[in-house]
């Protein structure tokens, strides 16, 4: 869904990043809605285990 953890911006469109930047600013609302979202995205996804998990499978996949 859109916004659900961050405003995605064109790339190279600094008027873009700027104007979410000021948004984010200016609405605490959202700023907080969406710090909530990633931070809990992360918890959840971005575990040591699963780091481990994923560094070991790519060793194996070298040293067979």
């Known amino acids: 869904a ?3 953890r961050g405003i995605l911006v064109p790339p190279e469109s600094p008027q873009d990043l700027a104007a979410a930047i000021e ?3 200016q609405d ?3 700023r907080e809605r969406l710090g909530r ?3 809990a995205y992360v918890q959840e996804n971005h575990t040591e ?4 998990g994923a560094t070991e499978a790519v060793y194996h996949s070298l040293v067979g």
């Open 2 to 4: 859109a916004e659900e």
């Open 23 to 25: 948004r984010l600013l």
């Open 28 to 30: 605490a609302a959202t």
């Open 37 to 39: 979202a990633l931070q």
């Open 49 to 52: 285990a699963r780091f481990v």
